[in-house]
């Protein structure tokens, strides 16, 4: 299990300079790497006399350097065999043949990882060299992964284009003179004197203070720019994590939503609890109005195309939300993590859909409250501080969880793998309140809930706590 510690570093902090510094190389190196598997990509199925100038160049440039580069390779192993002839015949190890790098061609123009990262090295390309050794080796491998994930999504879309909004498409350049995060490995940035976290190509050291006694079994350390500023995360390794669970018995559900931003329900005779989200929803208004306003002043007289389109004040005023946010996500976890540990609560499950946020049948005002919710994040925020609880945290998709009876044990379909509308025993009856096909009236969110439960576990209510819901109000939780 990881945990990650974040130090922020604002405008005007002595190590601001430094993280601007090796992001915006970054950022550089990014698009020279995604520049040359770009070119040779789209230029190598081409005619030759069908590729643009870019294509050209780059293709001339890596064809030009690849024998260089696999001499290097072939003297390497000669080396090490010149090495083993000295030794004793019994100790001599057998060293295999050079791993010799071929050129791309037209039915794989893909380029590959090593012979880019070592025509780099081998060029000295400036962008290459600007960054520390590993770091640059980083930045381009999360180029590659990007690739990685193209490939893998365009085979998926092959298979079920129905399961895109669609087509993916290549991974796109960085913005020019823009920054991207930046990686170092345990190897290049440590912590000494459990005081101070030591950077390659620097003299500073960051200060941790008392937060460099709790760093142990650091692997990774992570320079992400945020909202104008920096955050320095430092990923360190837990030596002890709890065990889980490894068949779900007491079980709790969580239904995510605006102003009911978690509705908790149990297959354990617990009354249900409502953490609310009133807080988030009113950051996200206040946000909006103050938004538009700042923008229509920014923008006022000028042409579509004409800048600026971003302010400082703007930027502060994003800045604000995301802390904001993020705090009461943190909070509001806190508290439902601490109910289930109270609970005794061996699995949660959450019902997320995919594509949620895409095509949300509400009215304008309530769905743009509704995708600025960084649902995401808080079921990354109760995944995490759950297994730290040993409590194993699952997600369900909840297609029909709203629409089902509960108390009537209704079925519960998936969405789209059937042609006819499914038709359930109970109906909302108003806003925040649902009608279960025997009469019974009680809260909307916590009947989803609870058919979250039983969608990702079906025998979860074989107890018999259903009397028990019936009768129970829920308790409400205000997070502020």
């Not at 909004?165 to 350049?173: D, E, H, L, N, S």
């Not at 460099?212 to 909202?227: A, F």
């Not at 699952?394 to 499914?422: I, K, M, R, W």
């Amino acid at each position: 299990m990881y945990r990650a510690q974040q130090i922020h570093i604002k405008k005007g902090h002595r190590f601001y300079a430094y993280c601007e510094d090796l992001c915006r190389k970054a950022n550089y190196l990014y698009n020279v790497t995604n520049f040359y598997i770009r070119q040779l990509f789209s230029g190598l199925p081409k005619e030759e006399n069908e590729r643009h100038t870019l294509e050209q160049e780059a293709i001339d440039f890596i064809y030009r350097h690849l024998p260089a580069l696999n001499q290097i390779q072939i003297d390497y192993v000669q080396k090490r065999r010149r090495k083993e002839a000295t030794k004793p015949e019994e100790e001599r190890k057998q060293i295999p043949d050079a791993n010799l790098y071929a050129m791309p061609t037209l039915e794989k123009p893909f380029l590959p990882y090593g012979l880019l990262e070592g025509i780099l090295k081998l060029t000295k390309h400036p962008d290459y060299i600007a960054l520390p050794g590993q770091v640059n080796q980083k930045v381009m491998r999360k180029v590659y992964d990007n690739w990685t994930s193209f490939f893998a999504s365009l085979k998926a879309y092959k298979a079920n284009p129905e399961a895109f909004t669609g087509r993916p498409r290549i991974p796109k350049y960085k913005k020019k003179n823009g920054v991207t995060a930046v990686f170092f490995s345990n190897q290049v940035c440590k912590v000494k004197q459990e005081k101070y976290l030591q950077f390659p190509k620097t003299s500073q050291r960051l200060n941790l203070g008392k937060l460099g006694m709790r760093i142990k079994n650091l692997q990774e350390v992570r320079i992400i720019p945020s909202y104008g500023a920096y955050t320095i995360e430092m990923v360190c390794k837990q030596e002890e994590t709890p065990s889980l669970s490894e068949k779900p018995t007491r079980i709790l559900g969580i239904d995510l939503g605006v102003n009911n931003a978690a509705t908790l329900a149990n297959n354990i005779g617990q009354p249900p609890v409502i953490v609310k989200g009133g807080v988030v929803k009113s950051i996200n208004q206040f946000y909006n109005k103050q938004r538009a306003y700042y923008t229509a002043i920014l923008r006022k007289g000028k042409q579509p195309n004409e800048g600026p389109f971003h302010s400082k004040r703007l930027l502060r005023l994003d800045q604000k939300r995301q802390r904001k946010i993020k705090d009461f996500l943190h909070k509001a976890s806190f508290r439902i993590i601490e109910q289930a540990k109270a609970w005794k609560i061996d699995t949660i499950v959450i019902g997320k859909s995919k594509g949620w946020k895409n095509e949300v049948p509400m009215r304008k005002g309530a769905k743009q409250t509704f995708a600025f919710l960084p649902f995401e994040s808080f079921i990354q925020m109760l995944t995490y501080k759950g297994e730290q609880a040993g409590i194993r945290v699952l997600t369900t998709e909840e297609s029909y969880t709203s629409q089902a009876d509960f108390l009537a044990n209704d079925p519960l379909p998936v969405y789209g793998e059937f042609t006819a509308a499914p038709l359930f025993s109970g109906k909302r009856i108003a806003r925040g309140l649902y009608q279960s096909g025997t009469g019974i009236v009680w809260n909307a969110d916590v009947n989803a809930a609870y058919n979250i439960i039983r969608k990702a576990v079906s025998d979860a209510f074989r107890g018999g706590n259903r009397g028990v819901v019936c009768v129970s109000t829920p308790l409400v939780v205000k997070v502020r």
